[in-house]
């Protein structure tokens, strides 16, 4: 299953580096590079990105990924989701950190 959280993270990186290699990509996002392949095909059937064999390259492997239409509306309304996520954990983090201060100077620590 291809979760939000890595479509994001692969659309992300794909967007600044398309020549990237799935090795590559697979090191960055700490998953294995089986799990990048299928994640690469599956963003490939959904239509957000478009994988092209280099033709003169001498290196058959190396490809470039190009985010489609489709790939770029689903980074932004990605985008748009991931940050509204990190937004309320900071919300909750700063609340805990503040009841934790509390408590502590109740405590005449």
Known sequence: MLT????????KALESDPH????ELARRLNISLGKTN????????????????FKNNPNKK?????????????????TK?????KIKEH??????IKNLR????KNGV
Do not use: D, H
């Not at 939000?4 to 659309?11: A, D, S």
């Open 4 to 11: 939000e959280e890595y479509r994001y993270k692969i659309l």
């Open 20 to 23: 990237i290699s799935q090795r």
């Open 38 to 53: 299928f994640c690469l095909k599956a963003l490939v059937e959904k239509g957000l990105i478009k994988a092209e064999n």
């Open 62 to 78: 190396g490809y470039l990924y190009l985010l489609t239409l489709s790939g770029i509306e689903e980074k932004a309304a990605l």
């Open 81 to 85: 989701r991931f940050l509204e996520r």
């Open 91 to 96: 919300e909750e983090l700063t609340a805990e």
């Open 102 to 105: 509390s408590e502590l100077q």
